[in-house]
């Protein structure tokens, strides 16, 4: 049998969910971004984009060069699509309205360029994470930071790119999770997954262990239990791991489930996390959400959370049901 190419799901999408031309419209300008930006990754040093740019971003981080080139790439592919008022990105300090030039949209769109730059110049998996919102009040020429905070229940589609062995392009438009590898040799994405599920249970965690004397009590408490394996109270044996890249983290859990956790920690009194709530979080636990998953901060659901600031951070512990819903009953009774 055929396989389905990204244009003709996005047109059975409209068809039968009633997903909006203009949303389907921006999927394809995001996709066509993500191979602009796979394409720049494959070629790697024979393209001089490893390195640093020798620039910061509003973080404090000092970015890679493909962390400005990605943002570049997701600003230029998708701008003139007619379907967004705005962007936000990870690498851009302020929000930004679309060029005069180019038509609106009735959506802002929200990204993570390039997710685990620390991988970048090791070659191991890295992506894009992208987040869209309706623009309150419809499309409109100029937006401010004020149209963007909308807690992630708001969100009409989320995904990323995965750039990696294959890449893989996978997201929910609100209903269900899908995922697509790209076809090089075609230049096309085709559905691979549909339907995707989180398991519920688990015997596999992620979390960055050189942190542990940072954690906080209940996180402390949590892994301490999942160490102690089969004679410890959870009574089974857990694998561990940890690939430095939220997106592959995350992908990880949608193919065989698991947790990942990036919890709040003691280095930064102030910070409430290392993620970023609305490119990194929100979008990743729409997708855990629709694939059966959970995605908390310890106390609260993420996608419940109200912004108050385009690059506000977050804890995130994420993925199959029974280990969140357990970490974050820990971190209730502490409360
Ligand atoms: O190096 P650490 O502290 O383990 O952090 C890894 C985390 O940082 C991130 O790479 C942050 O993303 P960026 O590369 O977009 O800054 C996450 O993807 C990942 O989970
Ligand atoms: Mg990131
Ligand atoms: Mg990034």
Request: glycine share 10%.
């Amino acid at each position: 049998m055929a396989l389905m190419t990204l244009h003709q799901y996005l047109v059975r999408e409209k068809r039968e969910n009633g997903v909006p031309e203009e949303l389907a419209e921006l999927i394809l300008s995001v996709a066509d971004a993500c191979k602009k930006i796979r394409s720049k990754v494959t070629e790697g040093a024979l393209a001089g984009v490893l390195g640093m740019a020798g620039t910061e971003n509003v973080q404090g981080e000092d970015q890679k060069k493909l962390d400005v080139i990605s943002n570049e790439i997701m600003c230029g592919a998708n701008a003139p699509s007619g379907t967004l008022s705005g962007f936000a990105s990870e690498e851009m300090t302020e929000v930004m309205g679309v060029l005069s030039e180019y038509p609106v949209g009735p959506y802002l769109i929200l990204f993570d360029p390039l997710d685990g730059s620390s991988n970048i110049d090791i070659n191991a998996p890295i992506g894009t994470i992208f987040s869209v919102l309706p623009c309150p009040g419809g499309a409109k020429r100029s937006v401010t930071e004020k149209d963007f905070l909308q807690p992630g229940v708001n969100q009409v589609a989320a995904g990323y790119a995965m750039y990696s062995t294959q890449t893989q392009l996978v997201f929910t438009l609100g209903h269900g999770v899908s995922a697509f590898t790209f076809d090089p040799a075609v230049g096309e994405f085709y559905l691979t997954r549909e339907h995707i599920t989180v398991s519920p249970s688990t015997a596999e965690f992620a979390i960055n262990c050189s942190n542990m004397r940072h954690w906080q009590k209940p996180v402390q408490q949590y892994v301490k239990e999942l160490l102690a394996g089969e004679t410890g109270p959870r009574g089974k044996n857990y694998n561990m791991r940890w690939v430095a890249a939220m997106i592959a983290e995350a992908h990880r859990i949608l193919s065989r489930g698991g947790i990942f956790i990036y919890p709040k920690d003691d280095r930064i009194p102030s910070r409430p996390g290392k993620l970023r709530l609305m490119y990194e979080a929100n979008p990743m636990s729409l997708l855990m959400e629709q694939a059966g998953g959970r995605a908390t901060n310890g106390l609260q659901r993420i996608l419940e959370i109200q912004p108050e600031k385009v690059h506000q951070r977050v804890a995130v512990f994420m993925g199959s049901s029974e280990e969140v819903d357990y970490v974050t009953g820990l971190h209730r009774r502490q409360d």
